[in-house]
């Protein structure tokens, strides 16, 4: 690389060795006799927080509940945030930041799907285990990296649950609500593939702002095509106004959601309107809502920590992938290096964690480990009941 | 025709919406001659502090409505003080990023407070959810409580510009502070009421309209975007512009988005906004044009 | 020649530009080179804004158009990046020009407007015209290598990017001390005035925001390279009021102060990662903090302070001692009074 500075680079390099103190000990970075440090990007700032912030503090009570039962192998685990502001740039200087500066020893984050398919090279490049957490977007699991595993259902995952749910329940007339956004956008194509594969055609294909305050226009064009199922590739908040204005405007199709609105108790009460969800299906990358009982420890756990936060889906994201995380650190042994790590992921098959619909199991030829799906419903003031774990294959 | 009224009464409703928070700028501008770039964020935080004292605390509508407006009457007081008097003289630029600033000190407030009560915090309508028959179309009684909130500050205001004391103490520092300094206004103070006038009334805009939109913390910007369009459009100085404003860009959003595509939504509003301006520089019912030599 | 003045500052700046690659990882090159692309930014902001008086906000736009001209070019028509990166910034300096047309006739906080809704209208055809601009997800762009030199591409892109700011900046200190300079500082302090002087709005408008333009797509062709992707989230408003406040922060119709401002605020968003999630929060003081306390930028606390910190096209100073005054010679017989 920089040959003709080398004679300084080493000077400088021996230099910063004697001033890094005991982290010079260990061989790897990030590790040394009694910790491992694990670095966490996302966005910390910025609307895409929730994608970030939240499900770092669900890594971060796993991390603790691990630490307080004395480490791995003897190792506390201490995490590092880094804010990627849902931006490539940034996302790509996060990275970097983690890696060289703060000598971070694996990596789990990924939150806005932009910004972690930017940062995708830097990573690979960085050779650092890395485990996805949120971000949807299919490039950056497809094809594999060989340091870089998820356990966020990807888009075309959960298109396809989409696709084959609204066959399954008979409709005929599919339509489409989406938003134009990266994330909107990266279910997008995958599921005009998917439909396409199917031979479906659209009845209609609309688009609704990630900060609209009125669907009418779209309402009134989805109901004169007669659509008895609508596919939502929408946030919580447009798809609330969009179902709200349905319901306003007497239309009632199947509405089909997914992983972006996942708590439809939560997703109830933004409507607003009574009965307007009643027929809403959708997917959740996780089998719990916050307010299920089984989640009682994560809520105390979360809001012990977090003062003032309420437990949510996000927050769920997070823990699940964690408990991934040191599930594979426990299995590279205590003799721990990069390279053991990343082996560790892909010996992963059938793995339960407190979350997860569906086992979770990665392999070395797809680093998906997330592929099933719960279907969850919500009668208008009824309890939440988990129709369906699909399991995708592909 | 049905197509027709059901996206003018949505266009109708959602220019309410901008044309609240529009007003608010107005206020501001027509004091100070300044943008409020924190509009939006005023709008926001007043409206999570309403979430907290009515949800979360079950407070009654009404004394939260009251307290949310006073509140917003104080920030905005304090706004003034610390972003704008003292750099009152300062050129656009400075005063448009300071006011920036202030923007972001708020987001990042909400977001540390309330953020973590995670993803769109709901707030009870205030009157009942179901939709109802207007005509021969359906509503939802929110929204026609938003279109008479508007209707009410509009009015309340224009009486207030035209009719009191202060009000027209503030017109005389828009057009020329010096000289109202000359006539013994107190201008300093006149600036004061006027932030704090309307972060009060995008607390009452919040408190109207976060049934139906909803609350995060990143909800300020887009209503500041829209609000300004709205504003610029109608001419800064002018009250009844802001809300004219307010109505063409929603009408422009549902009338596109029902009869072109709904792709286009987040487009019209722009290019009705450049068409107006190449043909009437200083907005519809902006004042004439005087430039200062 | 004042030790701390504004010329030895600079040049102490640009040698540490030069050897930092010795000293720096990874991270610390890559943030090195942002800074310089929004030192392109900011200059073209500044002239701008800073000294046309134009109180526009479409340079994010045109940064964005400058890194989607770039990268489509290359993606689309397979042009190799040495011809694609001049012509995404020739687009944006014509698309600079063509929105002077309607800056003619609005002023102020009109033609902030105006700008803004090309500013979103642009973004919109990013996320739309997918086309083209592959939408919202963006797309990659082919890798940048920079054979025959034995240099790997973050180095290169780094060199390259040194040696375009530094050029364009003397261009523009050379710029604003013409007439050209003159003439847009006539437009900014009385359009009447100036029209009355002679001076041709329309024209020194339009080279106003053509320059601007031009910067502001060079500033992009460099990103797209750096980030290898372009998506339509990094020309945001966001964007736009950060690269105005480069410039408040730095000085507002300072060239000098473009570069102090970028580079202070770069620095100060890393700096700000220690606060995790109450950047924003900091952000916002400091950004209130240094329009309160530093009345027209660091550049004015520099010349209130240090010495050697005058700038031309400022009051007239002199800058080299008046000439001794000649003693009155009895004139020649018969030559003129």
């Known amino acids: 690389m920089l040959m003709s500075r080398l004679p300084r680079f080493a000077a400088l390099a021996a230099a910063l060795a004697i001033g890094a103190g005991a982290h010079a000990l260990a061989a790897e970075p990030g590790v040394t006799a009694d910790s491992i440090r694990i670095g966490t990007f996302g966005a910390l700032t910025g609307p895409g927080y929730l994608y970030g912030k939240l499900p770092m503090n669900g890594v971060e009570v796993v991390l603790d509940e691990v630490n307080a039962a004395g480490g791995i192998h003897g190792r506390k685990l201490q995490l590092v945030r880094e804010d990627d502001r849902c931006d490539a740039a940034s996302a790509i200087a996060a990275i970097q930041k983690l890696v060289h500066q703060d000598q971070v020893f694996a990596l789990i984050g990924g939150g806005c799907s932009n910004a972690t398919f930017a940062a995708r090279e830097a990573i690979e490049t960085a050779k650092i285990p890395t485990l996805i957490f949120a971000s949807v977007h299919d490039g950056i699991t497809v094809p594999p990296a060989p340091n870089i595993y998820s356990t966020a259902l990807t888009s075309s995952i959960e298109s396809e649950a989409q696709v084959l749910f609204a066959q399954q329940q008979g409709a005929k007339r599919i339509a489409m609500i989406s938003m134009k956004d990266a994330w909107g956008r990266a279910r997008y194509a995958p599921l005009m593939e998917i439909l396409k594969a199917k031979g479906i055609a659209l009845v209609a294909d609309e688009e609704l702002s990630p900060d609209a305050n009125d669907a009418t226009a779209q309402v009134l064009r989805l109901k004169a095509t007669n659509a008895d199922a609508v596919i939502m590739v929408l946030y919580p908040k447009p798809a609330a106004v969009y179902i709200r204005d349905a319901q306003k405007l007497g239309f009632k199709p199947l509405n089909i959601g997914q992983s972006g609105i996942a708590d439809p108790a939560a997703f109830e009460e933004q409507v607003g309107v009574p009965g307007a969800t009643a027929s809403f299906r959708t997917i959740s990358q996780v089998k719990f809502t916050p307010e299920d009982p089984a989640m009682d420890k994560w809520r105390k756990l979360v809001e012990t920590k977090f003062p003032g936060d309420r437990l949510s889906v996000y927050n769920l994201f997070g823990i699940g992938s964690a408990q991934v995380l040191v599930e594979a650190l426990k299995r590279a042994g205590s003799d721990l290096t990069r390279e053991k790590l990343q082996a560790a992921f892909a010996t992963i098959k059938g793995f339960n964690t407190d979350v997860h619909p569906g086992p979770v199991t990665c392999s070395q030829s797809d680093h998906r480990c997330h592929k099933s799906p719960a279907w969850l419903a919500k009668d208008p003031g009824g309890p939440i009941r988990v129709l369906a774990v699909t399991t995708i294959e592909n | 025709m049905l197509l027709f009224s059901y996206l003018l009464m949505s266009g109708v409703t959602t220019g309410a919406l901008y044309g609240l928070v529009a007003l608010g700028f107005v206020v501001v501008n027509k004091a100070t001659g300044v943008i409020n770039f924190a509009q939006g964020e005023f709008f926001m935080f007043t409206g999570f502090i309403a979430w907290m004292l009515h949800v979360q605390l079950g407070i009654n509508y009404l004394v939260t409505f009251a307290f949310a407006v006073a509140f917003g009457f104080a920030l905005g007081c304090l706004t003034d003080r610390i972003a704008f008097r003292p750099i009152a003289k300062s050129d656009v630029v400075s005063l448009v990023l300071a006011t920036v600033g202030i923007a972001f000190i708020l987001k990042g407030l909400a977001r540390t407070i309330w953020g973590g009560k995670a993803d769109y915090l709901a707030f009870p309508p205030i009157t009942s959810p179901d939709p109802i028959m207007v005509g021969s179309i359906m509503v939802i009684p929110q929204q026609l409580a938003v279109l008479a909130g508007t209707a009410v500050i509009l009015l309340l205001f224009v009486a207030f510009f035209r009719f009191t004391r202060a009000g027209k103490m503030m017109q005389a520092t828009a057009d020329n502070a010096r000289a109202a300094r000359l006539v013994g206004i107190r201008t300093d103070r006149i600036y004061t009421l006027a932030f704090g006038i309307g972060a009060a009334i995008a607390a009452a805009a919040a408190v109207l309209t976060a049934p139906l939109t909803l609350l995060y913390p990143d909800i300020g910007f887009a209503f500041f975007l829209k609000g300004f369009a709205a504003a610029v459009l109608g001419g800064l100085s002018s009250l009844p512009g802001a809300v004219l404003g307010g109505m063409i860009v929603g009408i422009a959003e549902s009338m596109a988005g029902g009869y072109i595509h709904s792709s286009v939504m987040e487009l019209s509003p722009f290019i009705v906004i450049m068409a107006v301006l190449v043909l009437r520089p200083s907005g519809l019912l902006g004042p004439a044009k005087t430039r200062r030599v | ?337």
């Open chain 3, 1 to 337: 020649m004042a030790p701390f003045g504004r010329r030895n500052v600079l040049l102490a700046l640009l040698t540490a530009a030069i050897v930092l690659p010795a000293f720096a990882n990874v991270y610390h090159l890559f943030i090195a080179n942002l800074i310089l692309v929004y030192v392109l930014l900011a200059i073209g902001l500044n002239i701008l804004v800073g000294y046309a008086g134009q109180l526009a906000f479409a340079n994010a736009a045109m940064f964005g158009i400058g890194a989607y001209a770039t990268g489509l070019l290359q993606v689309r028509l397979g042009w190799s990046f040495w011809l694609a990166f001049p012509s995404g910034a020739l687009l944006a300096t014509v698309v600079g020009l063509a929105i002077s047309l309607p800056a003619l006739r609005l002023s102020g906080l009109y033609l902030a407007l105006s700008t803004l809704a090309f500013a979103q209208a642009t973004q919109w055809v990013f996320l739309h015209w997918e086309g083209v601009t592959f939408g919202a997800g963006g797309f990659k762009t082919p890798p940048l290598s920079f054979a025959p030199l034995p240099i790997d591409k973050p180095l290169g892109l780094y060199y390259l990017s040194l040696v375009l700011m530094l050029g364009l900046f003397l261009f523009a200190q050379n710029l604003v001390a013409s007439r050209v300079g003159r003439a847009f500082v006539a437009v900014r302090d009385g359009e009447v005035a100036a029209q009355s002087l002679g001076v041709d709005l329309l024209r020194y408008k339009a080279l106003a925001f053509g320059i601007s333009g031009f910067y502001a797509g060079t500033a992009g062709g460099l990103y797209s390279a750096m980030l290898n992707f372009v998506a339509p989230e990094g020309f945001d408003l966001f964007q736009m009021v950060l690269q105005k406040a480069m410039i408040v922060v730095g000085g507002l119709g300072s060239i000098t102060g473009s570069v102090l401002g970028a580079g202070l605020i770069m620095l100060l968003l890393e700096a700000l990662r220690a606060f995790k999630g109450l950047q924003e929060i900091v952000f916002g003081a400091l950004l209130v903090g240094f329009v309160l306390f530093m009345r027209g930028g660091l550049i004015s606390v520099l010349k209130r302070h240090v010495r050697g910190w005058e700038e031309p096209l400022r009051l007239p100073q002199p800058s080299a001692p008046m000439p001794a005054p000649r003693p009155i010679e009895a004139p020649a017989a018969g030559a003129e009074r």
